[in-house]
């Protein structure tokens, strides 16, 4: 606890907040190949709002990563679910829905304006306080770490 406390208190480039609103534009889902995590639950309700069996789910457009799943690409990098838009943003993975507050994206200026080039929601819509853009930060480094250290089963 005293770890995330410094964590909070620090100084950071977003200490004003950044704003932010997705433009659905697909430069996140089409982009750099990377791993997309998604636990049991988020991949049953995927399978409920597609209309699909959660076996074919898995079988047509995921891989077991110990904890859950990853989301499968094409080999351009673009995301099983994005086809002319994302087809499952509704119930997209947690991941996908705190984009771009990810860690790696946040660990420096020069990170986020690469990143703000390629993301035109970056500097538009609501303005996400320091205070929200650590526990994003730290939401999907839990996930990334259950991921790792749990067995599929356990998930």
Known sequence: MIKMVKLYNR???FDLGIHFECRRCGACCTGDPGIVYADK???ARIAEYLGIDFSFLVDSYLYP???GYGVREHMDGRCFFYED???VYPVRPHQCGTYPFWF???RSLKKWKRISETCPGIGFGTLYPKEKILKLIHSTIKTTVA??????EDF
């Open 147 to 152: 991921s790792h250290l749990m067995d599929n």
């Open 85 to 87: 838009g994302c087809t």
């Open 11 to 13: 100084a950071y480039f």
């Open 41 to 43: 639950n988020e991949a």
């Open 104 to 106: 790696e994206n946040l």
């Open 65 to 67: 990563i110990r904890a």
